[in-house]
């Protein structure tokens, strides 16, 4: 009888070990995978877990990436109406987002700035800014764009501030001027990243920046630039956009998009 109850309890005891392996988190539950281009819910949050510190940092010290996503302010459209947006843009400012997150300046210490992108990519954009901070990739400035003009496009400001920033109804630029077609910062599907340390350089070697001056040898690893192979090429690959550093006639080291344009 005995020999019967413990061969009983032995059978019970694997049978929960065989349930409990079976409920183990998938490996994109534990890898931080991209996630999946179905797209974004409308007010998505990412925070530190519960279980952080209450100043926000990670059990090792480190702050821990925060990001929100929600739609446009009426306080914020209003200031976009006239200036990065107006009638006859091709895109709505009810199909955009406005994105709040963290991100670690050029000296080191986490900042938080805001970015207007589509509806579409919002998550996605949201996620790779999460992973640059994980990996501690240096920004310069996350801002709003603020540069749009009727009649042209002054670019000097965002150039000489070197600010990231996505959303900007505005032309092409090209490095001699505006071209007569929507960039895809219009959409909302591109985005610059710390446009003095990553130029646009054209074809022929002409650059518009002059303050880029320090930057034009790619081959050095100064403070914010990016390199192929590196955390922000790998990140934005992950989600399907495209760097315009691997263009063939001319290179748009700070641009990546969704659409390769």
Sequence with gaps: MRRRR????????????????????????????????????????LTPPATAPADGSAPDGR?????????????????????????GCPVPIRDLRLLRFNYVGFDGEVKRGPMVVHEDVAADVLWVFGRLFEARFPI????????FVPGGFEPRISSRRSVT????????????????????????????INPVQNPYVDADGFVRNRMSGPYLDRSEDLLGMIHDGDVVVR???????????????????????????
């Excluded at 702050?63 to 107006?86: D, N, Q, S």
């Excluded at 910062?185 to 610059?192: K, P, R, S, Y």
């Excluded at 956009?241 to 998009?257: A, E, P, V």
Aim: hydrophobic fraction near 45%.
């Design 63 to 87: 702050a821990r990436f925060a990001g929100r996503i929600g739609a446009i302010p009426p306080a914020i459209a209003r200031e976009m109406r006239g200036t990065t947006w107006k009638p």
């Design 235 to 261: 990140s934005f690959a992950a989600v399907g956009w495209s760097w315009g550093g691997h263009w063939r006639h001319g290179k748009d080291y700070m641009h990546f998009s969704r659409t390769g344009r």
């Design 6 to 45: 413990l061969a009983a309890l032995l059978a019970a005891l694997l049978a929960v070990g065989c349930s409990s392996a079976g409920s183990a988190p998938s490996p994109a539950a534990i890898t931080g995978d991209a996630p999946s281009p179905t797209g974004p819910t409308p007010a998505t949050v």
């Design 140 to 147: 310069k400035r996350v801002a709003l764009a603020r540069e």
């Design 165 to 192: 920033a996505a959303f900007n109804c505005r032309p092409v630029i090209a490095p001699r001027g505006p071209v007569d077609r929507y960039s895809q910062h219009a959409l909302g599907l591109a985005i610059d």
